[in-house]
């Protein structure tokens, strides 16, 4: 329901989910104590002007054991 307005604003958009190795690659989280399962999801929203033929992005099922760190936010492309 968070990104529902922005989706709502295009008539088209491209959108791209980016999970924890990518994030962790450039920005790397420091938490105390470490967690024991870490997900970190980036949603990018990106404005199109027609539909395109993209490959569906396959998305791992995580699993959440011990003490779970999950950050999520996202981006908006212009």
Do not use: C
């Not at 967690?35 to 998305?59: C, G, N, T, Y």
Request: charge should be negative; avoid cysteine.
């Amino acid at each position: 329901m968070y990104w529902l307005p922005v989706l709502e604003k295009n008539a088209y958009s491209l959108v791209y989910f980016e999970l924890t190795g990518s994030r962790e690659a450039y920005n790397r989280l420091q938490i105390d104590p470490m967690p024991d399962s870490l997900l970190r999801i980036a949603v990018h929203i990106k404005a199109v002007d027609a539909p395109m033929q993209v490959e569906e992005q396959i998305l791992p099922r995580w699993e959440r054991t011990g003490f779970a760190a999950v950050e999520w936010g996202g981006v908006i492309h212009e």
